[in-house]
């Protein structure tokens, strides 16, 4: 059996074992503190009955600095997954999808508009993992991870913004059906 519970900063010498995944981006210490600090309701972690945490998801809501505003890569109040990992013993159970959940309910209560994500346009698992949740490639992020993992002499790999639609955004407004045709680069996306 698997809970649910928020994230504490002692967790952060136990997430490795989620961080093993070559798709699963990872980060130093202090940015993972620093989500904590200023989002502590959009980190949530799965632990198993031995008390391993066997995945976790990590996130903000922001919106676009004011210089952004005029630009038509203007992103409004939303929430960002920054990142979702289960380790492999814990895949194809739900927990992807439940913590999903829960940070799709705490960018309902923050009043985002929409959630959005980032997935390399080569992990076909991640995305039609998310497509069964709701989301939509919203644009395609040229050469956005510096690292091709499928061939590392190339430039960087694509990468699929993905959007959902949150409450506030009943009209659906801020996601669209032909974002595969819709191509920015990496300095248009903030």
Partial sequence: MTT???????DLNRVSKCNLDPL?????????VQYYTKWPSLFQVAEDTNGNIVGYIMGKVESSPDYFKFSEHYLPWHAHITALTVAPEARRSGV???????LEKAADAHEALFVDLFVRKSNTRAINFYEKLGYSVFRVVKDYY????NDPTA???????????????AKGEHVRADG??????????F
């Fill in 4 to 10: 649910f519970r928020p994230f504490r900063p002692d």
């Fill in 24 to 32: 699963t981006e990872t980060y130093d210490l202090s940015f993972y």
């Fill in 96 to 102: 992807g999808s439940i913590l999903t959940e829960f």
């Fill in 146 to 149: 510096g690292d091709n993992v």
């Fill in 155 to 169: 430039n960087g790999e694509d990468a699929y913004d993905m959007r959902k639609s949150m409450k506030r955004d």
């Fill in 180 to 189: 595969r045709d819709h191509a920015v680069n990496p300095e248009d996306v």
